[in-house]
């Protein structure tokens, strides 16, 4: 099999990392990638975002499967161009990605379908706004409608600083907040048949302790040892299997990655978000457990098959990643800088770049994600620290307490 592997973030270096390591991949490109993705795949200049242009590249190198990595791309209509030259993509319509590109979408599917999830108001001026904030109340939740790179929303307990967000944003949603331990829960689908993987957690905010604003993600564990029992079977039964539903019933059917973001609260898992892709970067902790070859997978999700895949294999053990960000993010990173030590196994490339010396340098806010795996969370989390710990850039910070909680049995869900 031929694979072109859209991206260049860490979730793609993750990604290109499981496809390369699938036997049956016998050549792997990837459009633009980065110097870590460089290790494993052949690189060609393409704007993923280009559906003409993605689709071209697809037929001029004769792929078998396109795997298309962030959000943009998707929601800019690519996996409809390239599934237009009759080349599976692995990815949803640009219609079905409205799930994750507009939030106010998401609500009205979530609300026709019945899922669980927090009540809400979509909001497009300070008047509006201003009502919802004062129903719900403290802790705000608002949400810019459309795609913001993982930064679109402000959790506050000042009212004022929620309501200049709802201004900045324009169209917002404004939900009661959703109290307990959140989960993100990965489902692979062609649009019927679909498969969870394995639950992870992720850290949002930018310092230990959850403090700070609110980022791309600064680290990742799983599996959750304090999930409670049968929560994937709830959740394939109250959240996705109705979703698929109500999308196909619109006539357009989700197919690839739906990405479950949920609050375990005291009344039970309730929806705080879909994405139509793998989330950054869950999906490095997740793909490092993943024992079933991810090519075949994701090329039964693209073409319909999925419900004749055999049953996934997981590898013992935990993964725990973290995340190394460069000097002022997430406000205003700095880039440029040289890192050294970061071409070892287990460190993932977010944000890198080649200098014309070679030296390998920093040009994005989340720059690299350190990732391990162990016998047991302790294990892997010691790991990825080490990792950490044997990279030099420049200003970088990262958050100390990845999984600390988790290891130390300290997470409670409420009720």
Not at 179 to 198: I, Y
Not at 297 to 312: D, E, K, N, Q, R
Request: overall charge negative.
């Amino acid at each position: 099999m031929r694979v072109l592997l859209l991206g260049g973030g860490g979730r793609e270096h993750a990604l290109a990392l499981g496809l390369a390591g699938d036997p049956s991949v016998e050549q792997l490109i990837a459009a633009p990638g980065n110097p870590g993705i460089a290790s494993v795949a052949e690189l060609r200049a393409v704007d993923p975002c280009d559906p003409a242009a993605v689709a071209a590249l697809a037929v001029e190198t004769g792929v078998d499967l396109v795997v298309i990595g962030p959000e943009a791309p998707l929601v800019a209509g690519v996996a409809d161009a390239v599934r237009a030259k009759g080349i599976p993509a692995f990815g949803p319509s640009a219609e079905a990605a409205r799930l994750e590109g507009s939030k106010a979408f998401a609500k009205d599917v979530m609300t026709a379908a019945g899922v669980p999830t927090a009540r809400a108001y979509t909001c497009t001026d300070a008047e509006s706004a201003a009502r919802a904030l004062d129903e719900f109340g403290a802790p705000y939740v608002v949400k810019n409608d459309g795609l913001a790179a993982g930064k679109g929303v402000v959790v506050t307990n000042d009212r004022a600083a929620a309501l200049r967000h709802a201004e900045e944003c324009g169209r917002v949603v404004v939900e009661e907040y959703l109290a307990g331990p959140e989960v993100s829960l990965f489902v692979v689908t062609d649009g019927e048949a679909a498969v969870p993987l394995l639950p992870a957690q992720d850290f949002k905010r930018v310092g230990d302790g959850d403090t700070g604003p609110n980022t791309g993600g600064m680290g990742a564990y799983a599996p959750l040892p304090w999930a409670p029992a049968g929560l994937v079977d709830e959740v394939m039964r109250d959240v996705v299997h109705p979703t698929l539903a109500e999308m196909a019933r619109r006539g357009t059917p989700f197919a690839g990655l739906l990405y479950v973001g949920l609050a375990i609260t005291a009344d039970g898992p309730r929806v705080i978000e879909f994405n139509a892709r793998f989330g950054d970067p869950e999906t490095q902790v997740v793909l490092a457990l993943l024992e079933t070859p991810l090519a075949g997978l994701l090329h039964a999700a693209a073409t319909g098959t999925l419900a004749g895949h055999p049953p996934l294999r997981w590898r013992d053990g935990a993964a725990v990643t973290v995340v190394v960000a460069a000097e002022g993010y997430p406000a205003a990173p700095r880039s440029g800088d040289v890192i050294t030590g970061a071409e070892v196994p287990g460190v993932i490339h977010a944000g890198t770049r080649r200098a014309d010396d070679g030296a390998l340098l920093s040009s994005g806010g989340r720059v690299l994600c350190a990732t391990a795996t162990g016998a047991d969370l302790a294990a892997a989390r010691d790991a990825a620290y080490a990792l950490v710990a044997g990279v030099e850039l420049a200003g970088s910070h990262h958050r100390t307490d990845i999984a600390a909680a988790a290891v130390e049995g300290r997470i409670t869900i409420p009720g």
